[in-house]
């Protein structure tokens, strides 16, 4: 598991195997038992499955490209998490990011367990054509494994809704007679897809960093206005003024939560810089999201990068390079683009003291410790980009009834949700001297020991 993630579930496990009111049957040597066996349960997937998918490229050579599906734990419902595409896929970070959807489900109450996929390519090096064949060939390789009752992938990155039709679709022939709408999730509306799903995550993003920094505050001020906690001091320091927004990455949760703190009526807010993997476009002003948006629909999802492309959009910024969005003078970054994006080596350029994590793990351990000292609120992957699995989760539960919702219907359940699980650790957050992270861990860890407990699985 990842150093980071597996520090602190180890965290958790220490502090509630010391908690005498957490599961007071447990005593003495089966309490320490106990507590191994989770901790050895949580650190390891329980499956890993690797294959080497036999591609036929348009020009006639034969590929093998190595895959992955990691099965971490399904204490909680059948395994679920998305299927990546990228060059930089390994068996370590799939493991990673299988653990970190294990945790995400358990601290949103979402009853599926964790687990995620991979391809190593670079997507945009193949053709559609290509591309197509490389999905098949994963369902084909994989088919065993997966399927609506035992493990349902979805879209990650580099992947979308075309693959998971294109999947689902090869499922459905390789299990004739047999429901194969829950098979995947991220699928096309017309194909079974929820309404909702494609937006889900960069609404769940900006409505986590809303709902604590407007929603919660307001509601909570009476016994917050007291209170010393560094973090109660920060969120104090950015309610109720405008807000500088910069966001790292434009794709599909970052696009969106771009244009939901645009849109935003409750917090006043200025997206000041956007970034993609070639430039960030900077206008302390704030920037035309739906402008942008617009823009990288026709341009295969880039952002404009020439003063040429801005002067005809209309747009005034500045071109900088893709990095210099994260050390901008901004109070609020949502990282919405990669892993390990603020490092030990970069940390001390970053000045917002709110930070979002839209993309999974952006922030290395090192430089996590370094910005919870400086009294920075992170806002957590685990916390703040379960949007998509939620819907995801809506999405299955639909192609079972075959009975859709309206996109309205999802969104309040969405938030409804999301709420639900703010309102359940922020409390504590401003409470006490965890991180919000370690709270949301806390949370997820103390959910999972106790029905493993009671399944009669800590032996
Ligand atoms: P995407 O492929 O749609 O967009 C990725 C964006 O990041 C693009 O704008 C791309 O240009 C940019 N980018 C790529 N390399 C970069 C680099 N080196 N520096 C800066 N920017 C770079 O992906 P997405 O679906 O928006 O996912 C983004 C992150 O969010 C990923 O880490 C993903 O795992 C995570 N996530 C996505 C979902 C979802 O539902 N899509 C759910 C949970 C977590």
Redesign the pocket.
């Known amino acids: 598991m990842a150093s980071q993630t597996g520090a602190i579930v180890q965290q958790s496990l220490n502090a509630l195997m010391g908690d005498s009111s957490f599961l007071p049957n447990l005593q003495d040597q089966a309490r320490e038992q106990a507590f191994k066996s989770l901790g050895s349960i949580l650190s390891t997937p329980n499956k890993v499955h690797k294959a080497f998918l036999r591609i036929t490229l348009d020009n006639g050579s034969v590929v093998r490209i190595p895959a992955y599906r990691i099965q971490h734990n399904d204490t909680l419902g059948p395994y679920k998490g998305?299927i990546?595409f990228h060059e930089s896929v390994n068996e370590e970070e799939v493991t990673n990011l299988a653990a970190l959807m294990t945790l995400k489900n358990a601290l949103h109450e979402v009853p599926f367990g964790g687990g995620k996929g991979g391809v190593v390519i670079s997507p945009r090096n193949y053709s559609s054509k290509e591309l197509y064949t490389i999905c098949k060939k994963y369902v084909q390789y994989f088919s065993d494994v997966i399927g609506p009752d035992k493990d349902i992938p979805a879209?990650?990155?580099?992947t979308g809704e075309r693959e998971m039709d294109w999947m689902m679709s090869e499922y459905k022939s390789i299990t004739p007679g047999f429901p194969y709408l829950g098979s995947f999730t991220g699928k096309s509306v017309i194909n079974g897809g929820s309404l909702g799903r494609r937006e889900?995550?960069g609404k769940g993003v900006y409505y986590t960093f809303r709902y604590m920094l407007h929603d919660f505050l307001k509601s909570q001020s009476g016994w917050l206005a007291g209170s010393s906690n560094p973090y109660v001091q920060t969120a104090l320091g950015h309610a109720d003024r405008q807000l500088s927004i910069a966001v790292?990455?434009?794709?599909?949760?970052?696009s969106v939560a771009s244009l939901e703190a645009y849109k935003c009526s409750y917090l006043h807010n200025k997206v000041v810089a956007v970034?993609?993997?070639n430039v960030t476009l900077y206008n302390p002003d704030g920037l035309s999201i739906p402008t942008l948006i617009e823009y990288t629909a026709r341009n295969r999802?880039?952002l404009p990068g020439t003063e040429e492309a801005l002067a005809e959009l209309d747009i005034k910024a500045e071109i900088l390079g893709?990095e210099e969005v994260l050390y901008l003078n901004a109070d609020v970054l949502i990282l919405?683009?990669?892993?390990e994006q603020i490092r030990g080596d970069n940390v001390e350029r970053v000045k917002a003291r709110i930070l979002v994590e839209?993309?999974?793990a952006p922030i290395t351990g090192e430089a996590d410790e370094v910005l919870t000292k400086r009294g920075t609120i992170i806002i957590p992957d685990i916390l703040a980009?379960a949007g998509?699995v939620i819907v995801s989760y809506f999405e299955w539960l639909q192609g079972r009834e075959t009975q859709f919702f309206t996109e309205e219907h999802v969104y309040t359940m969405l938030f409804e949700k999301m709420q639900k699980t703010l309102n359940s650790i922020l409390p504590a957050y401003f409470g006490d001297s965890y991180s919000l992270r370690e709270n949301c861990y806390n949370h997820a860890v103390m959910k999972l020991s106790t029905v493993l407990y009671k399944q009669g699985k800590l032996y």
């Open positions: 998305g990546r879209p990650d990155m580099g889900a995550t790292q990455g434009f794709g599909n949760v970052g970034s993609d993997r999802g880039d893709r919405a683009a990669l892993e839209g993309a999974n980009n998509g």
